[in-house]
């Protein structure tokens, strides 16, 4: 079995790094939603911007970017808990098995921490710039 398959078998024992993969993706989706709301009442004449829809923004945004950083800390959590689980007096292929599997946790959290910090680069632009735009607008 090559590397990337066994990668693919190992990741439903970390569910809980899909699980935040998730999330992360439907707040980042409510973030540009929010931000394009916010972007609509500055492009039309008749807009009105409202608090609750800058607050809105602001706090689905920085949920995702809360999310994101917690991706290599769910790595660690899944590396932990697979090493507690470890027998050294057990079969030796069981331990290399639990061996690989702590270490695919902590590759599959850096994988979505990486992806993810990848796809904010491109939209953090759009999002910070609503974000202050909004500020001055409502002058907070």
Do not use: H
């Amino acid at each position: 079995m090559s590397f990337v398959e066994k990668m693919l078998n190992s990741i439903d024992e970390d569910f809980y790094i899909i699980i935040n993969a998730v999330v992360a993706l439907v707040i980042m989706t409510f973030t540009i939603i929010s931000a394009n709301q916010v972007k609509k009442c500055f492009d039309s004449s008749s807009g009105m911007l409202k608090r609750s829809v800058y607050y809105t923004l602001d706090i689905s945004y920085t949920i995702f970017i809360t999310l994101i950083s917690i991706f290599p800390l769910l790595g660690m959590f899944g590396t932990v808990k697979a090493l507690l689980d470890l027998d050294m007096s057990g079969d030796i292929s069981d331990i290399q098995n639990k061996f690989f599997s702590a270490l695919t946790s902590t590759a599959w959290g850096l994988i979505f921490d990486a992806l993810f910090k990848i796809f904010n680069s491109v939209v953090q632009p759009f999002i910070e710039n609503q974000i202050t735009k909004a500020k001055t607008t409502l002058k907070l």
